[in-house]
């Protein structure tokens, strides 16, 4: 569940940038670009998909691909495309991708524990 916002900045395929307030959401698979925003920086639908909200009802979104700067790190992300009335997330995609995961007591996003598991021949 989102408690706590993060300033960041998205940016679109053809360099257009905008700044966001992120509601960051560690029950959100995907990041939520709002409809004024994407369409600002020019973002285009890749793919069509079926999300299930929190009361469990689905939703049909088109999906497509940012490049995300936050503080901590910048990445580029597959992102859902806003329709009216939804507002910023940061999903847990994203903050995987940054190497990122939220702390829900400090309400602070924090270095990911990384491994690297191989096996030697």
Excluded at 35 to 47: D, N, T
Excluded at 93 to 116: A, D, H, K, S
Aim: glycine fraction near 8%; charge should be positive.
């Amino acid at each position: 569940m989102g408690i706590t916002y993060i300033r960041g900045q998205v940016k679109g395929a053809k360099g257009k940038r905008a700044n966001v307030k992120f509601l960051i959401d560690s029950r959100a698979t995907y990041s939520v670009i709002p409809k004024r925003i994407w369409q600002a920086i020019g973002l285009k639908p890749k793919r069509q998909m079926t999300f299930t909200l929190a009361d469990g009802t689905t939703i049909e979104r088109q999906v497509s691909e940012a490049h995300i700067k936050l503080l901590q790190g910048e990445a580029h992300t597959p992102v859902i495309l806003g329709e009216e009335n939804d507002q910023a997330l940061l999903g847990v995609v994203t903050l995987e991708i940054l190497g990122l995961v939220f702390n829900p007591f400090e309400r602070t996003l924090q270095p990911m524990r990384m491994l690297l598991c191989f096996h030697r021949i």
